[in-house]
């Protein structure tokens, strides 16, 4: 096992190994980085319908779609994300008390500066602290 035949053929076959093994790790990192900056785009172009000014029947389409997709950030995003998402959303849910135009710039500030960490970071989410318990059901009006 230790001649110098084997180790000829060995090297070369666990270096193969190894740079199959990296680059499929890489291809998965990029392809969940592509997967976040779609859905994420997609969150930012949403956020319009929260803005006074918009067509009100644009704006519950557009409540409703970045409803949907903060919900689909349970399966990729870190759980900062999805806690700015929804404090994002608690600032400006119907039916409790109105808040300031300053506290909901806040929270779509928090709720930007997490989805441009995370985007730049790159890291694959491989754990969380989420429970069942964290999740929240919205409906746009």
Known sequence: MLSIEFWKFAAPLFGAVIAWFVNE?????????QR??????????????????????????????FIREVNQCWLYCPDDVIKKAYAFLDTVKDGQMPRSDVEKEEAVGLFVAAI?????????????????EDFKHFKSN
């Open 25 to 33: 790790w890489r291809k998965r990192v990029w392809e969940q980085y």
């Open 36 to 65: 976040k900056e779609e859905s994420y785009k997609e969150l930012l172009r949403c956020l319009q319908g929260f803005y006074s000014g918009a067509d009100p029947e644009e704006a519950r389409k557009l409540k409703s779609q």
């Open 116 to 132: 441009r960490k995370d985007l730049l970071s790159r890291k694959v989410v491989s754990n969380t602290l989420l429970r069942k």
